[in-house]
């Protein structure tokens, strides 16, 4: 298995251009989500899904699209790129035991908009 | 509503001493904890889990942790430190539901020094 899979590892944009981060795993984990890390935050929740064709907003949705068309897939959409999102963004699956299974990451795509 | 607070957003020990990171959460209903270790430029991996068994929870590597509901505490605890644990720290909450999503605090960085 290669679990929790992102591409790309480093992306640099310009201000107003659009990117697609790629999330896929390969455990059939029905919950996926993203979140992004930025120095002294921790990490927060940005979209998540329980499901294909399922998604909802978590703490800091503003700025990101998300949807999900399949178990595998879980693309996080960039609209319009602006500074306050350059971070490190980090997808993550759960297993099938709901609230008390582990978390899976990904390594991380770290993005800087300038 | 849930939050954890994780006391020092940096902790410096001598290899052989002592572990101690500290994680206080706040939550509405009986929480699961987990602490995550990332090491530089990875993503997250789980170290412990507490979901309402055993109060003492062991983990990978030679941590463990104990929740205290009294004190609304899942502090982080190795014996002996080794140069291998530097890395940060994650201490995180969820509530007892399969849809339920993981909010993390902000995160310790532990030093150690030979």
């Known amino acids: 298995n290669a679990g929790v899979t992102q591409t790309p590892k480093f992306q640099v944009l310009k201000t107003g251009q659009s990117m697609t981060l790629q999330c896929a795993q390969d455990?059939?984990?029905?919950?996926m989500s993203w979140y992004r890390q930025d120095p002294g935050m921790g990490l927060r929740l940005i979209h998540y899904?329980?499901?294909?064709?399922?998604?909802d907003q978590g703490e800091v949705p503003n700025g990101y699209n998300v949807s999900r068309s399949t178990t595998e897939d879980f693309p996080l959409r960039l609209l319009s790129a602006a500074p306050s999102q350059t971070s490190v963004y980090f997808c993550?699956?759960?297993?099938?035991?709901?609230?008390?299974?582990?978390?899976?990451f990904g390594p991380g795509t770290r993005l800087t908009v300038l | 509503a849930q939050s954890v607070t994780q006391l020092g957003s940096h902790v410096s020990v001598s290899e052989g001493a002592l572990v101690l990171l500290r994680c206080n959460y706040s939550?509405?209903?009986?929480?699961?904890l987990f602490w995550y270790v990332q090491y530089p430029n990875q993503g997250l991996q789980l170290l412990l889990k507490?979901?309402?068994?055993?109060?003492l929870v062991k983990g990978i590597n030679g941590f463990e942790a104990e929740f205290k509901k009294s004190e609304t505490s899942f502090h982080l605890t190795k014996p002996s430190a080794h140069m291998s644990d530097a890395a940060e720290y994650f201490c995180?909450?969820?509530?007892?539901?399969?849809?339920?999503?993981?909010?993390f605090g902000k995160g310790t960085m532990l030093l150690v020094s030979p």
């Open positions: 993550a699956s759960r297993g099938p035991r709901g609230a008390t299974d582990t978390q899976y």
């Open positions: 455990m059939n984990h029905e919950y």
């Open positions: 899904s329980v499901g294909a064709g399922i998604t």
């Open positions: 939550s509405s209903v009986p929480p699961y």
């Open positions: 507490y979901t309402s068994a055993a109060t």
């Open positions: 995180a909450v969820t509530a007892n539901s399969g849809y339920s999503t993981l909010t």
